[in-house]
C-alpha cells in the first residue's frame, strides 16, 4: 500500500513542527527518515497514523487514516512507538496478543490462530523464552523487541517504526532489520521508519528522508542523501563516508 504525504504542516504547542513535508513511499518499499534530535521524525509517524491535528493530505492507499475508527486503522498501518506505555503485570505474550485486538470481535476472545500468530512472532523475534515474564521484568532492549512483536502481530500492510533498534545490540539489530526485511518481501509490507544509525538506514532502506527542522532538506538514494556536507550541515557531525557492500554508503566519525 503507498503512502503518500503532500504539504504536511502539524504545530505542537503553538509552535511549527513540520512544515510542508511531503513523501512518497511505494507499497513494498522501505523508507528510513533520518535527522537530527528534535527534527520532527515521531511527529512525522503520528501525523501519518492520524494522531495529530495537521494541514496537507495524508493518504495510505488512497484513504486519509485520520477518518478511520481505530480498530479499522490498525487493521491497515501498525505503529512501534518510542515510547509506548507498558502496561506493567502484563505477560509478554499477552501483550503481543493486543496486536490481534482490531481481528477479535467486541465481547469476544482470541482464538487459536491469533495465539498461533503471537507465538510465531515470539519466535522470530527471539522471545519465547520470555513469553511468560511481566513486561516490567525486561531490560531495554527485549522491551523493545516485544513492543516490535505486537506491531508484528497485528498482520497489516503498512508498518511504521520509531527508532525501532536503539536498545538494541548489533545481533538484535539485524535480526529485527532482516526480519522486517524479510515480510516486506514475502508479504509485500510497506515500511517507513525513524532511525538515528545512518549506516543501517542506508544499508536497509530504499530510500531515505532526511529531516532537519521540520522540513524536508534531502529524499532520495541512500547515497544521495548520505553525504559528507549534508550530515555536516545538518547534524553538525564530520563523518568520512565510503562506498560498501551495493554501493551503499558508510558512515565513520572523523576524530580531530
Ligand atoms: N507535545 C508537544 N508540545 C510541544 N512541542 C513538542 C511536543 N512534542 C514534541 N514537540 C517538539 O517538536 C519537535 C519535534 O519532536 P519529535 O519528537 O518529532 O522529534 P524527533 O525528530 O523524533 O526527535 P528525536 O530524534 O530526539 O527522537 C521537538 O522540538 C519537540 O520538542
Do not use: C
Not at 38 to 53: E, F, I, Y
Not at 152 to 172: C, F, K, N
Amino acid at each position: 500500500m503507498t503512502v503518500v504525504v503532500r504539504g504536511l504542516d502539524v504545530a505542537l504547542g503553538g509552535r511549527p513542527v513540520l512544515r510542508g513535508v511531503s513523501l512518497d513511499v511505494p507499497g513494498g518499499s522501505w523508507t528510513a527518515v533520518i535527522g537530527p534530535n528534535g527534527a520532527g521524525k515521531s511527529t512525522l509517524l503520528r501525523a501519518v497514523l492520524g494522531l495529530l491535528p495537521s494541514d496537507g493530505d495524508v493518504t495510505v492507499a488512497g484513504t486519509d487514516l485520520g477518518r478511520l475508527k481505530p480498530r479499522q486503522r490498525a487493521r491497515v498501518v501498525a505503529y512501534a512507538p518510542q515510547n509506548p506505555n507498558l502496561p506493567p503485570g502484563m505477560t509478554v505474550f499477552d501483550y503481543t496478543l493486543l496486536g490481534r485486538s482490531p481481528y477479535i470481535p467486541h465481547l469476544g476472545r482470541e482464538g487459536a490462530r491469533d495465539r498461533a500468530i503471537a507465538s510465531d512472532v515470539l519466535d522470530r523475534l527471539d522471545l519465547t523464552a520470555f513469553a511468560g515474564r511481566p513486561l516490567d521484568h525486561l531490560s531495554g532492549g527485549e522491551r523493545q523487541r516485544v513492543v516490535l512483536a505486537r506491531a508484528l502481530a497485528q498482520q497489516t500492510s503498512v508498518l511504521l517504526l520509531d527508532e525501532p533498534t536503539t536498545a538494541l545490540d548489533i545481533g538484535h539489530q539485524q535480526q529485527v532489520m532482516e526480519l522486517v526485511d524479510q515480510l516486506r518481501l514475502s508479504d509485500g509490507l510497506t515500511v517507513v521508519t525513524t532511525i538515528h544509525d545512518l549506516t543501517l538506514a542506508g544499508q536497509y532502506a530504499d530510500d531515505l528522508v532526511l529531516l532537519s527542522r521540520g522540513r524536508v532538506a534531502a529524499a532520495g538514494a541512500p547515497s544521495d542523501v548520505l553525504t559528507r556536507e549534508a550530515v555536516e550541515e545538518h547534524f553538525g557531525a564530520r563523518v568520512h563516508v565510503s562506498s560498501g557492500p551495493g554501493g551503499r554508503p558508510v558512515l565513520s566519525l572523523e576524530r580531530e
